[in-house]
């Protein structure tokens, strides 16, 4: 019987924990899509608990403990941290199987030094340490604890990127963060938020946007100043992919129709936010830049809990909807032209995975490696057997040896152990492909790739 995650976690042969540990393991971290505060890096935010640190915001963890039965009070609500984490710690023995038990116990023993498991014994001792541990760990700390050498923040297009612009001033911090545009809520015109942040779009780019072709001109400024401010990236929530072609006079009469409050209907939708698209697409193939696609959730399931806590708190699951001809007719909209920029493609539902690993080939390029990608698993997908079928998906289909690899998706500072969970998912993988006699023993080799998967892929994907 294996010792419960000890160096050798998830590393099944010799040749896993070789790649593993010379390879992988002291790789940097460049994390291209996560949901960290960028005030919060700017101020080196000083957490007052570890409630506050690792409870604060995760609906992951929110989600297990109302399965439990525990009052919102106590996930949500005005309980004390003390007895937010207690209750937390009430859930811990019971998550078998959840990645969110490995994920919390991998934080506990990089970021904390802690080997014990969680649980309600052991859980006022842990507390404590870590408290105490926190008053010098700052959100600053625990990014440079990580390795962390580069990370994208995500923002709105009206955003100032003031902060962004004082953390690249600040030269006693030399991790790079840097913006990923974040267009969805002009894009989604069914919404009824769509109107008053035509409006704010208006007054920030300084366009009065009163037809498509000023909508569109807005959004080519803001394109403009987040590349001046350094973003090389734009990241999108089609939790629905939406495409149908539509003229400039089309698009123009759903603005208008949008605008003046009337119900569209879906293929008006469609049109629209095809052509945002479109436009949106091409703006970013002509500063290089690197568009994602994050597609299939289906959001905000309980109206009665949305209008209590409002959205991202736990009550989404994964949309089933089928999407492949409609994604297709997308990019091959841009590619017509030779206006596809290079693009991620990551899909919620794990069926989609084979879906999404072979339409990336029918739009590669010569000169450009791996243009098209396939994103890592992904929010409910970003667990062992997750990860293990996109790696397998990709493989079987395309390069994974030039793949871009993982990113946290999170809101947390402690997040930063998904990579290492990864990373071993991706050495225990590759090493029994080599022990299996299914890919020759040269571990020199594969372990570059290893570390081209880790960091140097994506590394190279988002230079400009």
């Given at each position: 019987?294996?010792?419960?995650?000890?160096?050798?976690?998830?590393?099944?042969?010799?040749?896993?924990?070789?790649?593993?540990?010379?390879?992988?393991?002291?790789?940097?971290?460049?994390?291209?899509?996560?949901?960290?505060?960028?005030?919060?890096?700017?101020?080196?935010?000083?957490?007052?608990?570890?409630?506050?640190?690792?409870?604060?915001?995760?609906?992951?963890?929110?989600?297990?403990?109302?399965?439990?039965?525990?009052?919102?009070?106590?996930?949500?609500?005005?309980?004390?941290?003390?007895?937010?984490?207690?209750?937390?710690?009430?859930?811990?023995?019971?998550?078998?199987?959840?990645?969110?038990?490995?994920?919390?116990?991998?934080?506990?023993?990089?970021?904390?030094?802690?080997?014990?498991?969680?649980?309600?014994?052991?859980?006022?001792?842990?507390?404590?340490?870590?408290?105490?541990?926190?008053?010098?760990?700052?959100?600053?700390?625990?990014?440079?604890?990580?390795?962390?050498?580069?990370?994208?923040?995500?923002?709105?297009?009206?955003?100032?990127?003031?902060?962004?612009?004082?953390?690249?001033?600040?030269?006693?911090?030399?991790?790079?963060?840097?913006?990923?545009?974040?267009?969805?809520?002009?894009?989604?015109?069914?919404?009824?938020?769509?109107?008053?942040?035509?409006?704010?779009?208006?007054?920030?780019?300084?366009?009065?946007?009163?037809?498509?072709?000023?909508?569109?001109?807005?959004?080519?400024?803001?394109?403009?100043?987040?590349?001046?401010?350094?973003?090389?990236?734009?990241?999108?929530?089609?939790?629905?992919?939406?495409?149908?072609?539509?003229?400039?006079?089309?698009?123009?009469?759903?603005?208008?129709?949008?605008?003046?409050?009337?119900?569209?209907?879906?293929?008006?939708?469609?049109q629209y936010k095809g052509y945002i698209l479109v436009f949106l697409g091409k703006q970013?193939?002509?500063?290089?830049?690197?568009?994602?696609?994050?597609?299939?959730?289906?959001?905000?399931?309980?109206?009665?809990?949305?209008?209590?806590?409002?959205?991202?708190?736990?009550?989404?699951?994964?949309?089933?909807?089928?999407?492949?001809?409609?994604?297709?007719?997308?990019?091959?909209?841009?590619?017509?032209?030779?206006?596809?920029?290079?693009?991620?493609?990551?899909?919620?539902?794990?069926?989609?995975?084979?879906?999404?690993?072979?339409?990336?080939?029918?739009?590669?390029?010569?000169?450009?490696?791996?243009?098209?990608?396939?994103?890592?698993?992904?929010?409910?997908?970003?667990?062992?057997?997750?990860?293990?079928?996109?790696?397998?998906?990709?493989?079987?289909?395309?390069?994974?040896?030039?793949?871009?690899?993982?990113?946290?998706?999170?809101?947390?500072?402690?997040?930063?152990?998904?990579?290492?969970?990864?990373?071993?998912?991706?050495?225990?993988?590759?090493?029994?492909?080599?022990?299996?006699?299914?890919?020759?023993?040269?571990?020199?080799?594969?372990?570059?790739?290893?570390?081209?998967?880790?960091?140097?892929?994506?590394?190279?994907?988002?230079?400009?």
């Open positions: 019987m294996k010792k419960f995650m000890d160096k050798d976690f998830i590393l099944e042969t010799e040749t896993a924990q070789k790649l593993y540990h010379e390879y992988a393991a002291d790789m940097p971290i460049f994390d291209f899509h996560c949901h960290l505060n960028v005030q919060e890096i700017y101020e080196d935010k000083k957490f007052r608990s570890i409630t506050e640190a690792w409870l604060g915001g995760d609906h992951y963890k929110w989600r297990l403990m109302r399965q439990l039965g525990v009052d919102e009070s106590y996930i949500t609500g005005d309980k004390s941290d003390w007895e937010k984490f207690a209750k937390f710690a009430e859930v811990m023995p019971y998550a078998i199987g959840n990645p969110i038990y490995h994920w919390t116990h991998l934080e506990l023993q990089r970021f904390f030094g802690i080997d014990e498991q969680l649980s309600p014994e052991t859980a006022k001792s842990i507390y404590d340490r870590c408290n105490e541990k926190l008053q010098t760990l700052t959100a600053r700390q625990l990014i440079k604890m990580s390795n962390v050498k580069k990370l994208f923040t995500t923002d709105d297009p009206v955003d100032d990127l003031h902060f962004h612009k004082l953390i690249a001033e600040d030269e006693s911090f030399d991790v790079v963060v840097g913006p990923a545009f974040r267009p969805d809520k002009v894009i989604n015109i069914e919404l009824s938020t769509y109107i008053p942040y035509i409006e704010k779009l208006g007054e920030v780019s300084g366009i009065k946007i009163d037809c498509i072709e000023n909508l569109c001109k807005a959004l080519e400024s803001r394109v403009e100043f987040f590349d001046s401010m350094g973003c090389v990236c734009s990241d999108h929530a089609l939790d629905v992919v939406m495409y149908a072609p539509a003229s400039d006079a089309d698009a123009e009469a759903v603005f208008q129709k949008a605008m003046s409050g009337k119900k569209l209907t879906p293929t008006e939708t469609e970013y193939a002509k500063r290089n830049w690197v568009q994602q696609y994050h597609i299939g959730a289906l959001r905000n399931n309980s109206k009665r809990y949305m209008s209590i806590l409002g959205p991202d708190t736990g009550f989404d699951a994964i949309e089933d909807q089928t999407f492949a001809k409609k994604l297709s007719m997308l990019l091959d909209k841009l590619d017509s032209t030779d206006e596809l920029p290079k693009t991620i493609l990551y899909c919620l539902n794990p069926r989609d995975n084979e879906v999404l690993a072979t339409i990336i080939n029918c739009f590669q390029q010569g000169g450009a490696v791996s243009k098209m990608q396939f994103g890592s698993a992904w929010w409910f997908n970003d667990q062992k057997d997750g990860m293990e079928r996109q790696l397998m998906a990709l493989s079987q289909v395309a390069l994974l040896s030039k793949f871009v690899g993982m990113l946290t998706d999170s809101r947390s500072f402690l997040s930063y152990t998904r990579h290492e969970y990864f990373r071993r998912i991706l050495c225990n993988m590759l090493g029994n492909l080599i022990e299996n006699g299914e890919y020759p023993a040269n571990v020199e080799f594969v372990g570059q790739i290893v570390r081209d998967i880790c960091y140097n892929n994506s590394i190279a994907y988002f230079t400009k």
